[in-house]
């Protein structure tokens, strides 16, 4: 149901690789004892003995009418991934049929002829996700089923391949058609949000099958007929363009019967044909900009490159991430934190099939001369493809690239599970497996190689494509389709003929559903460490792997004691350098470790988290211990480190969604501490007024070991662990000073009527809208379940009222959602509805519309309880797949001061909650009375809307930008 351009081919092998790589010493932390040294310490297997150990087992059968069929066994949790890949993608469209490929994913959601709706069978058997999305060269839809469901999943699945087209009308054309194009609308509406259509415009001739965005033209969407999308179906979804992977749960030999029996009688359908695509060489140098509403000007460097079964391909991706992927990149060394002439840098080779894109990026700091930037910018590729890397760089950046991919060998299925990497494998390169090869190739590249490949592709004419901060001239409507609009007239709009229907076949009946199992959440040790620090760790040793988050009880509404932006700048300051290490060292030493170490706030909470390998626990928790506790707050890198925080502010004020979000927090909570804006940046004159003191002064106050808790899951027992804590943490003293109290209980501006907050953002193609409340209750309220199974009846999913109407049956907006936010303080209902411009008002009348009407004259159905209940207790076993995930919960539950078993007792907590107690909390807390509405849009489309309303209207404008910043 959205563009999603993540290939996982590589994605989920990386856990054994990244162990292999010998850390480096780091300095130890200031007072802390070193690390006694293993006696009998193994040496370090070598990269390619570990890529051979990793695996993802399968089997692999193919139907007679084609149908390729991948099963892999994994019996951690009783979960199937569903993953059907069609070899069909937007490459595949002809002139005059942009967008089809991602427009028809839209419809296959849409119901076929045995099943009416696609989602409501899955979501009440306890699936989680059910998605698809578009690219270049596939579609595909994935769903995680209980195991007892698998057969529901294999039906409606062998449904839509097999019988689709007598459900597809005529109406479901024209929704489905608006919410595509409010998706496109969304996109536009970004900041830099024209950048892709350029860059494929410039790189590509008219023509070339990558040319054309995946989303498609508005003139090429309008004209699809229905005509047009049943041969689509005809022409391409045959079972013999269809790769499905079968993960988890399950084995070949129970998973062969199934297939033959839902996909056996489908038909074979016309072969695919392949397209020619390859890479293009500019004959000479291009350069072109584009104006449009951004903070900062933005340099950029294009060229194609070669396709995912090139030769040349893992070296390229090796070395673009260390030209400006890495966080000690040679862009981000020279630009950022040298010569401190951009705020932001990137490099990145984007593979598809049959080629890709290569692309590097500079966000100029506000004040650089352009002349000089560009310079800057171009003599560090030149320097790079003239030396090469170095030997460091290459292993650093292999152990981070592989490393920041283990996560997925957690997931069976979703988007980038082990599921997706089978198909891939299969789909792109006829092999399952061709993540082994990829993964040996990585661990086997030398500087010599990685050079070589640079200079055969980036030494070719270049496309600099910038964008510059001025009104946006250009309309992303017009933009996106074939390339040849200029000479060659528009497709007539779809005229609606009416076309005879498609018979449906012989009636199919959906398979009951067998046992489903229940939710086994894993026991949770807990330990002190000796000055008092808790810990809570759950063992999981499904990937060689630890995450760890030490958090402190402070976050952006600790800034209410302090300064607005003060948590946020000082959390950024953490990893910029300490008394040993600088932040390149810092950087460089968790490539090193393949570790990664994050620091992030919340409203309530500072965090740092630590994602590390089992085997280099250790010295990884000694760095992040090191970051915490000794951050240096150089002068120099604070001026370098706020400039990037005011450009970000800049950013942030330009987008329209976090502008709203921002706006919406300030208007629901006055002068409480959750005014802070969500997103720890304060506003532009506190922020430009930070100094190093009260950084230092504000780390002091806030980051200390009794405010201070411990959660760690993954592969280590409490007997490993607590010394290493003990060695970096334990040993940390509380200072003297008492411990500050942010006061979440102070008083919240008193409720008063509805109100519209109207922010002009001029040359918008859609309206932000954003609606909140704040409710009577805090995160620590008990027995609130039956609130959030209301708001889940309300726009608390895909199915939800509010997307339901707004989305797909009016097709006004991409998705709306609400949500009743849960911190430790007042907790307050929100609800975010995008939607295309001269629909701004109505669309407010249709959400006022549909929450006054739950539960007065809608109540809930039997349906939405059953979805809302049953379904949800399904859903609990794949909730839970992750280590992340499971750490996640036990950090809220700690936050809130809820059993920890509390998840494990969802399920008879759900079973007690009818629909009346349903409709009673949304009568009394999900009301649409005294909702304050934020609308971030243009003033001259959208006003007039407003006025019959009958809720008074602020105009404001947007404000303004940090000093400096465009």
Known sequence: MRLASRSSAIALAAALLVSACAAAPTAPVASAPAAPAGKDAPAPASPAELVAK????????????????IVHTDRKAPIVGVTAYYKVGSKNEPRGKTGFAHLYEHLFFGGSANVPDFDIPLEAAGSTPTNGSTWYDRTNYVETVPTGALDVALFMESDRMGHLLPAVTQDKLDKQRGVVQNEKRQGDNQPYGLFEYAQSDGLLPVGHPYRHSTIGSMADLDAATLTDVRKW?????????????????????????????????????????????????LSAPVKREIADQVPVLRLTRNWTGPGLNDADTPALQIGMHILGGLASSRLDNELVRGQQLAVAVTASAQVFQQLGLLNMAMDVKPGVDRAKADAAFDKVLTDYLRDGPTEDEVRRAVVSTLSGEIGGLERVGGFSGKGATLAEGQVYSDDPAKYKQDLARMAALTPAEIKAAMNKWLSRPVYALDVVPGERKESGDAMGGWGDEAQKPAPRPDPKTKVAAVPAGPAREMPPLGQIGALTFPAIERATLSNGIEVALARRSAVPK????????????????????????????????????????????????????????????S??????????????????????????????????VKTQAEAELAQALSTPSALAARSLGAELFGAHPYAQPSDGLGNAASLAALTPEQLKAAHAKWLRPDLARITVVGDVTMAELKPMLERAFGQWQAPALPRPVKSIDSALPAAGASRIVLIDRPNSPQSVIMAGRVLPMTGKTPDTEALQLANDVMGGGFLSR?????????????????????????????VAAPVQSDKTGEAIKAII???GAFPASKPVTAEELQRVTEGAIRQLPNQFETGAAVQAAIRKNDRLGRPEDYYV?????????????????????????????????DRKVVEPQLKGLG???????????????E
């Open 54 to 69: 990793v695996d993802i087992p399968y089997e692999k059968f193919v139907l007679a009418n084609g149908l390729t069929t």
């Open 905 to 937: 007792g969802l399920a008879a907590k759900y079973r007690t909650i009818d629909a009346a107690a349903i409709g009673s909390a949304a009568a009394q807390y999900l009301q649409p009375k005294g909702l304050t509405f934020v609308v971030v849009g």
């Open 607 to 640: 965090s740092v988290t630590l994602s590390a390998l089992s085997a280099n626990l250790a010295p990884s928790l000694d760095l992040m211990a090191q970051i915490v506790r000794d951050p240096a707050f150089a002068p120099a890198e604070v001026a370098r």
């Open 233 to 281: 179906f005809t022409d391409h979804y045959g079972p013999n363009n269809v790769v499905l992977v079968l993960s988890g749960d399950i084995d070949a030999a129970t998973a062969r019967p199934k297939v033959e029996k839902w996909f056996g009688d489908i038909p074979r359908g016309p072969d695919i044909k392949p397209v020619a695509a390859d890479p293009v060489t």
């Open 546 to 605: 630890v995450v760890l988050s030490l958090d402190f009880d402070a976050g952006y509404a600790a800034d209410a004691l302090d300064t607005p932006g003060t948590q946020g700048l000082m959390l950024a300051m953490l990893d910029q350098g300490t008394s040993k290490l600088d932040a390149t060292g810092i950087a460089e030493a968790q490539e090193r470790l393949g570790a990664r170490i994050s620091v992030d706030g919340s409203l309530d909470t």
């Open 849 to 851: 519309a549909d929450m």
């Open 951 to 965: 809720i008074p209207v602020e105009v404001r404008q947007a404000p303004a930008a940090p000093q400096g910043q």
């Open 802 to 830: 509010l997307n339901k109407d707004l989305r797909e049956e009016k097709g006004w907006s991409y998705g709306v959602r609400s949500g009743v936010a849960q911190p430790v303080g007042p907790r307050s209902l929100q």
